[in-house]
């Protein structure tokens, strides 16, 4: 890799101002410091908090930014200080880009909550582009199953969507999820090789979704609004919609558990005490640390994943958004450069 010849520029899809659509752009290549390596994206996947940070819902991003944190890339320079990582490596770059490992949270290994974290297509440029760099330390190492671009998503919608089951999983029997869509339909992959059964909740009349659901693994399906067959065990809700935890925390049993998996969610309306009673636990998830990283790509190894994807080429980010904003992806989109 080391006689890999860089371009003196590259194609890159730029948000300029939130609420608008990105913008194509030839940039120079980004310069990389003595902790970071440049890398050659090769797919990036379109994660709900893309158009959550393109549409204004998450209001601090860094712009002129590159969105995108659902990478795929080959390394071709490093830095003089990073090892561990070769020029010609395949690595995944996640939504954590940094933390300074100093504050009270990375202290007692919440780095997900650092209070300075950058975080990639967010705070730090992402992978809507043709190369991006990253620090070293917070890239994971990809086997060849990578190669395959359909599996980009594992790598933020699989990794959150992994945190939020690792909060529900033990002892646990019947869960309910709330929205299949990306990270839905690779949880439920893995909820099912560790036996247990998945109740799938989706929009009203959704049939499309609810049959990927049941094609999934999924044991029933059904609209949001109905009531769950049976008492749950646990609920996760992938869906941003406030509204649903009250109607989870209805389908959950006495001392289960309901997990927000999202970054955003809209407003949660009001509810009565008596449906939280009785030991119910209501948690929300914030992205992912390292470990959960290793954790999950180690127990992904043995599993056959099957992502559902829709590829999308760079100078067609817009319409890979667009199509997640109007809710008629099955499965998640991904975006290929090579």
């Keep these: 890799m080391s006689n890999?010849?860089?371009?003196?520029?590259?194609?890159?899809?730029?948000?300029?101002?939130?609420?608008?659509?990105?913008?194509?752009?030839?940039?120079?290549?980004?310069?990389?410091?003595?902790?970071?390596?440049?890398?050659?994206?090769?797919?990036?996947?379109?994660?709900?908090?893309?158009l959550h940070v393109v549409d204004g819902d998450l209001n601090r991003p860094a712009l002129p930014l590159i969105p995108g944190h659902e990478?795929?890339?080959?390394?071709?320079?490093?830095?003089?200080?990073?090892?561990?990582?070769?020029?010609?490596?395949?690595?995944?770059i996640p939504w954590l880009a940094y933390t300074r490992g100093k504050c009270r949270y990375c202290l007692r290994n919440q780095e997900n909550l650092c209070e300075n974290a950058l975080f990639t297509g967010y705070t730090k440029n992402g992978g809507f582009a043709e190369y991006t760099v990253a620090h070293f330390r917070y890239c994971l190492p990809l086997t060849s199953m990578f190669k395959d671009p359909s599996m980009a998503p594992l790598l933020c919608v699989g990794l959150v969507g992994y945190r939020s089951y690792t909060m529900v999983r033990e002892q646990v029997q019947k869960i309910g999820i709330y929205g299949f869509g990306a990270a839905a339909h690779i949880i439920v992959q893995i909820a099912i090789k560790?036996?247990?059964?998945?109740?799938?909740?989706?929009?009203?009349?959704?049939?499309?979704?609810?049959?990927?659901?049941?094609?999934?693994?999924?044991?029933?399906?059904?609209?949001?609004?109905?009531?769950?067959?049976?008492?749950?065990?646990?609920?996760?809700?992938?869906?941003?919609?406030?509204d649903l935890i009250p109607k989870a925390l209805r389908d959950v049993d006495k001392g289960c558990t309901v997990v927000c998996g999202g970054i955003h969610m809209s407003d949660i309306p009001s509810f009565p005490y008596d449906i939280l009673w009785g030991e119910r636990v209501l948690r929300s998830v914030a992205n992912l640390t390292r470990q959960d990283g290793v954790d999950f790509l180690k127990i992904i190894s043995g599993i056959k994943i099957h992502t559902e994807v829709q590829f999308y080429s760079l100078e067609q980010a817009n319409d890979a958004l667009e199509a997640l904003r109007a809710g008629t992806l099955t499965g998640a989109a991904v975006i290929v450069t090579q």
């Design 4 to 50: 890999y010849e860089l371009p003196a520029a590259m194609k890159a899809m730029v948000l300029e101002e939130q609420g608008k659509q990105l913008v194509l752009k030839e940039l120079p290549l980004p310069t990389y410091d003595a902790n970071e390596v440049l890398v050659k994206v090769n797919a990036c996947g379109v994660c709900r908090t893309d």
């Design 71 to 92: 990478i795929i890339a080959t390394v071709v320079r490093t830095g003089s200080e990073v090892t561990g990582i070769n020029e010609g490596d395949l690595v995944g």
């Design 194 to 242: 560790q036996g247990k059964e998945i109740f799938a909740f989706t929009r009203d009349n959704d049939i499309t979704a609810q049959n990927f659901a049941l094609k999934m693994g999924a044991v029933w399906a059904g609209n949001a609004s109905e009531n769950a067959p049976e008492p749950l065990d646990a609920a996760i809700i992938y869906a941003p919609a406030g």
